[in-house]
C-alpha cells in the first residue's frame, strides 16, 4: 500500500530533485494533522448546495509546536530543511540565524530543535539528509517551558511532556502536509438520456468525485442535480445535493468545485448555455485490495465485490459512514469500517488517522459524535488494532487521552453506577422503529465494560499498573451488576432496559448478540440467547446494516455459517437484485420501489452507499475463511476455515507482515501464511493427512496442525462444518 | 475612547456604504478573538532577525461556532450579513439556501442562527439592520448538539452551553476582525549622525514601529540596527533587534515589514544602495489620555508624562511588559498595566482582552507563562476589574474558566497545602540577585489565599453557593497557615521560606509589603512591618520598578506619601536624569554608564520601555489625588487627597461613567465627579467649610463630606497630610 500510494504522491508533488540517499519524511503533534485534515473533511459536508457542520465541539492543532532529536554523527552533514509555519532552528542550544532552508551537522553529538508556529495549517518539519533527517523518532511538545533567568540560565525542563511524532507518507520535501489531496481519475457516462435543455447522466455504479464540463461555452444559468438513484437526480426539489452554477464561459473544460456521490447526474441549463460533452473525476484513496475472497457462489462473490467498492468509496481521507449525504465520521460507523479494513485493505493509518480525530482533545466536552455508544465503540476499537496489528504506538502515545476519555465517562454515571442519557447524550444503538433509549440501557452497560476491559490492558501496556487494577476492578463490578440488573432467566435472555429502578419487559437483540462475541455468557446462556432471541422472530428485527453486521457476528461465533449464508443471500442479494451498486444505510426487504430511498423523513435521505453495508467483506474472512489473530500483530493466530454450505473457498488475509493465503473445499484445505505461528482447527470425519506436517487430534473428530511462516500445507480431509 | 478608536478604525475599512439606521458589530466566540489576536502578537518577537515565540502552550479559537438570537418584528426587515468563515443561515430551525449575504426576516417571532467555520482566523459575524443586528446579546456556542434522529426529530439541546457573544468596536460591515491594526502616523528623526556607508538616525525619544527608506534604490545589502541606547544601535554585533534587507530597488519608498522598538537606527548600507531619507512609521493603539495629573513639582510632572508615555507604548493589542525584546504577554507584568490603566486610559476592552488571552483554555498545563506567581496576579486582577469597572460579564462568562484553573492550582499543594514549585513551575517573585525560591514561599501562599477570595467572590456572583463557601473555608485556613508558619514574633515580620519543614532565617520585602495593601496585618503588625522591613535598608532592596510598584503601594497605604514621593523623584527622577525617555524593566542607581543596559548576561538585554516602569502614574492617581472606588465601578468611591508635600496638585481620574476632578492645596480642595456618590476625607487643622455642602468631624481632626454627582465643591481647610 505504501510503495503505490507514494507513487501517486509524486504526481502532485513534482519530485526530482531529492537525492537518492537523502531521507525525511514530514512530521507534526501526533493527532494534530489528523484533527485538522478531519475539520477539511467534516466541512466539506453539504445539503442542497448549503454547507452543512457538525454539531459537535471540533479541536484544533496546537499552534506552537517544539521538534527535537539527538545525532551523533562521523563526519558532518548538509541538512535540507523545510517546514509549514514560521520557525527558528537551533543546534545544541543555540538558535540559528533567521529561518534557515538548510544547516550543516558537525561531526559529533548534536541536538537539533525546530520551533514552529502556524494558526492556519499543522506545525509540521521534514528534514532530509542521509543521516540527519525528520522520522517518527522525532520528539515533540507544544509546550518546552524553556525560559531563561535573569543571569541567562536555562529552566529545568524536565517535566516538559515530548511525544514521538506524528507522520505519514509524505517523504518528500515538496509533499507539503496541507497540501494533500486524494488521488482522482477521469470516468466517462455509461449512458445518456437527452431532455429540453438537458440530460440525464448515468456513470453506471455509484461513484464519488467531481463533474466536468467539457467545452462548456454561454451565458447563464446550469443546475446539477445529482442522484445515487434515477429517482433522486429527477427529482429537483428534494435530491441531496445540487449545484447551481452561474456559467460565463467560452468553451474551457470546467471541473466543479466541490466532490459529490452520485450515480446520476441530472443538467438543467439555461438556452445560452452548452457544453460538449460531461465526464467526472473518480476521486479515491490508493490502497492496494489486499484482501481476496472467491467462492462457489457467484452471488456471494459478487456480495463480497460490491463489499469491497462500497469500503473503498467510504474509505477516503478517513473512514466515512455515507458518501452522499453525511459525509462525516462517525465512531459507531468507523469502528465497522476497521474491522472490514482488517480483511481488505489493512490500512493501520486510516484506522490510526480515523481514531485520532474521533477523539480530539481534551476538554471532552461530549460523547464522541454526542453518541454515548459511539465513545465505547472508540474504546473497543482501540483492543481490536492493537490485536490486528501489534502497534502498540497509539496506547503508548495516547493512553492520557483515553484516560480523560474514560473519566467523562465514569463521571456521567447514576447513582446505581450505571450509564444512562444526561441531556446533550444521543443514545444511539440503532435506527430502529420505537426503540427504547430511556433509563438504564444493559448494551449500554454492557459497551462500558468492554470499554473498561480495554482500558485495563491499555494501562498494563503504558505500564500504569494502578490504573490496570481500577479499571479491572471497575470492568468486574460492572459485569456483575450487568448481569444482576438485566440477565432474566425467564427470559433465558438480556432484558433491553431498567427505568426508575423497574426492570422493563423488553427483550432486544443488541445486549443479547454483543455478549455472545464478548464471550461474556455461558455456553448455556449463549445457546439460550440464540433460540429466545436471536432466532425468534417475535423480538424486532434488525434493519440496519450496522447492526447486522454484530447479528451475524454473533451467529458466526456460534458456528452458525449456513444460516448466515443464507441471511447474506437474503439481505445484502436483496439490494443487489434491486440495483445495488454500492450497499446501503438501511435495507427493508418490506419496502418497495422509491420507498427504499427515504429515511429521515425525506424522500432521497438514506445514504446508498454506506460503509457499514460492507459487513460481509469482514464475515467472510473472519468467519468462513476463519483467518483471526490470537495475539498481537498476528504473531500468533488461528485459521478455522468454515464452508457454510459453500462448495469451495479461496482467499486471501493480509496481515502486518505480508498475507495468509487460503483454499477450502470439503476434501482440502490449502494454506499458507507469511507471518507468525498459525494454527489451523478443522473437524474432520476422517484422518486428515499432510505432507510434512503433523495434525494432532484434539477432541472427538476435531484436529489442529501448526502453521510455520512461510511453509504451505496441503491437506486432505473430509471437512464437517 | 472608543469613538476616537472608531474613527480612527473608518481609516482601513473603507466606510460608505452604511446607512445611518443601520446597527451591528462584528460578534464571536467570547474570549476567541482574543486568544487568536494574542498568538499573532506573541509570534512577533524577534531576537536578532530571528523567530522568538513563547515557551507556553498557545490556545486556538473554536473552528466551528453557532451564533444565534431571538427577534420580534412589528414589520419585515431586511439585513446583511457578513461572515468570516464558511457559513450557513437558519431562521426558526429551517436552512436558508447558500450562504446568503442579505435576507429578509419577516414580522413577528423569529430565531436567527448562523453557523461558521474558520480555521485560520475566529469566526466572526456581522448582521447590520435597523433592529435586527449583531451585537454581544447574541448567543454562542462551539458544539450545539443538535441533530435528527431517523424520523428528522430534532434532539433535546437543552444541555447545550450558551454564552453571551465576545465584541469589541468593529462597528462596521467592512471592519473585519482578522484584518485588524493598530493605528499609525509618520514620525521624523530629530537628529542625523553620518558614517562611512551609513549613519546613526536618533528619533528623539523611545518609540515603536516601522522604519521607513524614501527613494531607496540600487542593489545590495542593508542592514538596519536598532537601538533604544545610541549604544546599542551601534553594537552591531550584540544590538537585540535588526533586519538584514537585500535591496534591489529603483527609487521606491519602502516600509519595513517587521515593527521594532528603538529610538535610535543605525543603517550600514552597500555602496550600491542609497536612499533620500529615512522616517518611520509610530504604531499606536488609538486610546485617550482620560487621566491628568499637574503638581508643583516639575520633575514629578516629567516623570507622570514619560509614564503615562511608557504606558501608551506598551499598551497595544494587548498590555505588553517591555516592546524591544520581549513583546509578549505576561501576566505579572499585565497585571499592574491593567491598575495603572485604571488611572490612565480606562480601558476596560484592553484589560478584558490581556486577561482573556492570559487564561487561554482548558486544560490548564501550566501556570500563566508558567510562572506560579502570575497565575496568582490573574485571579487578583479579576477582583480589581470588577471594582474599578462594575462590570459583572468577565465573571458571568468566565466563572468556569477561573474554577479550573483553580483547580490546577489547587492540585498542585503539597502535603502541607501549600504552594511549592514543582518540576515545569517557575516561581518568579522578581528579578532579584540569590532569590531563594526554594520550599514553600511566603509570598506565593500570600498571593493564593488571595486569589481564592477573589474566587469566593465571584461565586457569589456567579451564583455558584456551593464553590463561594468552599473557597471562603479554603482562604481563611491558607490564612490562618501563613501566620502560623512564616509571621515569626522575633522577626516582627513574615519570613521568606520553608524548607522540608524547617523555616529559614530570611526575611524579604514581598510577603511583608503585599500583607500591608491586602489588609492582613494588624496595626501593631503593620507597623513592625514597615519598621523591620520596609524601612530597614538591611534587607534586600528592590531593584525593579515591578516590586517598587508594591513597595511604595504598602507605604502609601500606611501614609507614607512624603516618604514615597522622595523615592520617586529618586528612583524615577534616577533614570529620568539618565536621559530616559521611558521608563526602564530595572533600575539600579549603583551602576554607571552603558552597563545600565545590560540584563539577562546580554549588554542589551535590559528592556528601557517597560510597562512596570510606570507605575507613579498608579500611586498618584490612588494615593496622592486619592481617588478610589470603594464598591464596583464607582458606585461609591473615595477622595482622600494627600499631598505628601507638594504645594499643589490637580487632576483627572477616570471611571466608567465619566471623571472625577481634584484640585487641592494645603488651603483648599475642589472636586468634580460625573458618577456616583463619593465620599471626601481630610485631615483638616481649623473647621473646613464648602458652600452649599455638609462636612462631618469623623476624629480628631477627620473630616467627611458627600460628594454628589454633577456638583462642583469647593473646600476652604487647613490639610495636614
Known sequence: MKKLFLLALLGWMGAGTVSAQQKGTWIWYPGDYEIWLGNEMNNRRTERGTFFPPFWKLDSHYVLVDFHKEFDLAEPEEVEIRVEGKYLVKMDGKTLTGSPARMTVPAGRHVIHIKVHNQATPPAVYVGGKNVYTDDSWLVTFEDKEWIDESGKVSDTSATEWLRAGSWNFDSPDARPSQFRLETVPQYAAGTEKKTNGEVVDFGKETFGYVKFHGLKGKGKLNVYYGESKEEALATGTCETLDYLAVDANGVDSVLEGSRAFRFVNIERDPGVSYDSISMLYEYMPVEYRGKFRCSDEEINRIWDVGAYTMHLTTREFFLDGIKRDRWVWSGDASQSYLMNYYLFFDSPSVERTMLLLRGKDPVTSHLNTIMDYTFYWFISIYDYYLYTGDKDFILQFYPRMESLMEYCLGRRNENGMMQGLPGDWVFIDWADGL???????????????????????????????????????????????????????????????????????????????????????????????????????????????????????????????????????????????????????????????????????????????????????????????????????????????????????????????????????????VKSDTGTGTLKFRSRNKPVCKGATIRETGDRQYEMTLEKGKEYDIRASLMD
Open 436 to 670: 427504547d433509549k430511556r433509563g438504564e440501557v444493559s448494551f449500554e452497560q454492557l459497551l462500558l465494560a468492554r470499554s473498561l476491559e480495554t482500558m485495563a490492558l491499555c494501562a498494563d501496556i503504558y505500564g500504569d499498573g494502578e490504573g490496570a487494577a481500577r479499571y479491572k476492578r471497575l470492568s468486574g463490578e460492572l459485569k456483575d451488576k450487568l448481569f444482576k440488573t438485566f440477565w432474566s432467566d425467564e427470559k433465558g435472555a438480556f432484558i433491553h432496559n431498567r427505568i426508575d429502578g423497574k426492570p422493563t419487559d423488553n427483550v432486544t437483540r443488541y445486549a443479547n448478540m454483543f455478549a455472545i462475541f464478548f464471550d461474556y455468557l455461558t455456553p448455556q446462556q449463549q445457546e439460550s440467547v440464540k433460540n429466545n432471541v436471536l432466532l425468534n422472530d417475535k423480538v424486532q428485527q434488525i434493519t440496519t446494516p450496522y447492526m447486522r453486521f454484530y447479528e451475524l457476528e454473533a451467529l458466526c461465533a456460534m458456528g452458525d455459517q449456513p444460516l448466515v449464508l443464507k441471511e447474506m443471500k437474503d439481505y445484502w442479494g436483496g439490494m443487489l437484485r434491486l440495483g445495488a451498486t454500492s450497499f446501503w444505510e438501511k435495507y427493508d426487504p418490506a419496502q418497495s420501489g422509491a420507498d427504499h430511498y427515504a429515511m429521515y423523513a425525506r424522500p432521497f435521505g438514506k445514504s446508498l452507499c454506506h460503509a457499514w453495508g460492507a459487513s460481509p467483506i469482514y464475515l467472510l474472512g473472519k468467519y468462513y475463511l476463519g483467518v483471526k489473530p490470537t495475539s498481537p500483530g498476528y504473531a500468533t493466530y488461528t485459521v478455522e476455515p468454515v464452508l457454510g454450505g459453500l462448495e469451495w473457498m479461496e482467499g486471501t488475509v493480509p496481515t502486518p507482515d505480508g498475507e495468509i493465503t487460503l483454499y477450502c473445499s470439503p476434501k482440502r484445505i490449502r
